[in-house]
């Protein structure tokens, strides 16, 4: 028998927020295995996917820059080690410094962006003044840039007013000329949408084979289908993996400022209303911050 230490306990609650006793008995069932046990107590409904009761927080803002003619678009996340620096206009300045940077020189990476030379040297040597004026670590942790290749189309971004904690960019895609200052609205609008409802899929055409089959396999073994007959529990099964599916790709969440329409529709009768334009979004990033580093640290306690 597996023995099940203090610790495997531990890290598998801060995983998902259920009960040490419930944890132990997971684990225990599951012989030690961790990913195993999340299932089981999922399957018990007493751990909800993708949430955790406790996230390793690092401080610090996401922004973003979208060009001028909105074919271009960046994303960041730069960390700090509190709010209170967070917070500091000489901080505030230099995300502000890293963003133009950004959508300036079009990196395709941090180590890109850090490199890209300037009158005083390097980006790098730019973050490197501020922690040595700030007296805190400064961590330039993801980026994402987006440059649209096609003749028609935008890209938008939203980064939330509070405290910018989270930001979305996305691009669309139009079949024809539409109004540029409404499609600019409307990718802004989309980006809110995404800050808001976190997708974690564009269309159901993008979810991994395994994502699906591992949902199946949670739902059938939940405790309420025990004694169902084995083709009504499959109906039971696909509609809920359906619904949950549903859930998590953008084009099929209802639309925060319509709920009435899915994301889909309401790009739809965007479209119709410009003179029969096809609007297809082709790829999105959601930043949340500190999402990243409570993804390393999790990593680093297995």
């Known amino acids: 028998m597996v023995e099940i230490s203090a610790s495997m306990v531990r890290e598998l609650r801060d995983r998902t927020g259920a009960a040490m006793m419930d944890c132990k008995k997971a684990l225990v069932e599951a012989g030690g295995d961790p990913e195993k046990a999340v299932e089981l107590l999922r399957q018990r409904g007493i751990a909800v996917a993708g949430k955790k009761a406790s996230r390793t ?3 610090g803002l996401v922004v973003g820059e979208v060009s001028a003619d909105g074919k271009a678009g960046v994303l960041l996340e730069v960390n700090c080690e509190t709010d209170f ?3 500091n206009p000489e901080f505030v300045e230099l995300t502000d410094s890293l963003r133009k940077e950004a959508l300036t020189a079009r990196p395709t ?3 890109a962006l850090l490199a890209v030379k300037q009158a005083q040297g390097t980006v790098s040597d730019l973050v490197t003044a501020k922690i040595a004026k700030l007296g ?4 330039v942790r993801r980026l994402t840039h987006y440059s649209m290749s096609s003749a028609h189309g935008t890209v938008g971004l939203y980064v939330h007013a509070l405290g910018g904690k989270m930001g979305a960019l996305i691009e669309i895609q139009s079949s024809k000329a539409a109004p540029v200052a409404e499609l600019a609205q409307l990718a802004k609008e ?3 949408h995404i800050v ?4 974690t899929f564009l269309s159901r055409a993008d979810i991994p084979q395994e994502v699906i089959d591992n949902e199946q396999r949670i739902e059938a073994g939940k405790a309420d289908l025990a004694d169902k007959k084995a083709e009504l529990r499959d109906k039971i099964v696909q509609g809920r993996v359906d ?3 549903a859930e998590r790709c953008l084009l099929e969440q209802p639309f925060v400022k319509d709920p009435n329409l899915t994301v889909a529709a309401y790009l739809k009768q965007k479209g119709a209303a410009w003179d029969g334009v ?3 979004p082709q790829r999105f990033s959601l930043y949340i911050l500190g999402e990243t580093q409570a993804a390393e640290d999790a990593e680093a306690a297995e």
Do not use: D
Request: proline letters at 4%; zero cysteines; a negative charge.
């Open 278 to 280: 096809e609007l297809t």
């Open 196 to 199: 808001s409802s976190k997708p």
């Open 190 to 192: 989309i980006a809110m």
């Open 57 to 59: 927080a690092s401080e």
């Open 85 to 87: 620096v967070a917070r």
């Open 243 to 245: 619904k949950l599916l």
């Open 136 to 139: 805190e670590n400064i961590l």
């Open 109 to 111: 990476s941090v180590e």
